[in-house]
């Protein structure tokens, strides 16, 4: 598809399990971008990539979050030692130059639902 | 660090009715402004954006907004609500110097009433 893809929709896990939500950019898009959604706010930054380093990863809560993007393309945010709070949908978004002041827009998937019971 | 104030968590329109959705900003440098709509079990689609030149900008689906800067504000409007434009509404600011790092308002559900 020519969108940004992420899976899964949805994942329902147990408190203390790990969890993996994968992203899929669009195609040719350098920057990648990590938020998060809780029920009622607004989309909170977690981590941003340009290319295949985490240029900005000042968003991530504590050591439990992690999120990597070893060929520079899909991307993986990881969770360890889940928690309640932890419940949100996970967006991810990619962009074709960050550093292009005519650009600027993000292009968002339908996000990653989390429910740590 | 930058911010974005959005007020009123809800707001109810008429169908036909004006739609007004305020936004405030803060930012250290001239800020890029967004509106990005958000339908249900769905991801986020931009309105539209503000970056340089005209302060008045047209988006998709009807919706403008303008640039204030003495006010610091982007509000959202639209002459004429529609029952396809009940949503959640996001304004956002963009850091150029991260990256085009958005930093989003808490955002406003629209209802639109028959």
């Known amino acids: 598809g020519a969108g940004v893809s992420q899976t899964p929709s949805n994942k329902v896990t147990e408190k203390g399990k790990y969890v993996e939500l994968r992203c899929d950019p669009i195609?040719?898009?350098?920057?990648l971008y990590w938020y998060r959604q809780s029920l009622g706010q607004g989309p909170e930054f977690l981590i941003y990539?340009?290319?295949?380093?985490?240029?900005?990863d000042s968003g991530l809560p504590n050591d439990r979050f992690f999120a990597v993007r070893p060929e520079g393309s899909v991307s993986t945010l990881k969770i360890q030692r889940t928690e309640r709070g932890d419940s949100a949908v996970y967006l991810c978004?990619?962009?074709?130059?960050?550093?292009?002041?005519?650009?600027?827009?993000?292009?968002f998937g339908e996000g990653s639902r989390l429910t740590v019971l | 660090a930058q911010s974005v104030t959005q007020l009123g968590s809800h707001v109810s329109v008429s169908e036909g009715a004006l739609v007004l959705l305020r936004c405030n900003y803060s930012?250290?440098?001239?800020?890029?402004l967004f509106w990005y709509v958000q339908y249900p079990n769905q991801g986020l689609q931009l309105l539209l954006k503000y970056t340089t030149g005209a302060t008045l900008v047209k988006g998709i689906n009807g919706f403008e907004a303008e640039f204030k800067k003495s006010e610091t504000s982007f509000h959202l409007t639209k002459p004429s609500a529609h029952m396809s434009d009940a949503a959640e509404y996001f304004c956002a600011v963009s850091d150029r110097a991260a990256g085009n790092k958005l930093t989003f308002g808490g955002g406003t559900r629209v209802l639109v009433k028959p």
């Open positions: 195609s040719g898009h350098t920057a």
């Open positions: 978004a990619s962009s074709e130059n960050p550093l292009g002041l005519a650009s600027g827009e993000l292009f």
């Open positions: 930012s250290s440098v001239p800020p890029y």
């Open positions: 990539f340009q290319g295949t380093g985490a240029a900005d």
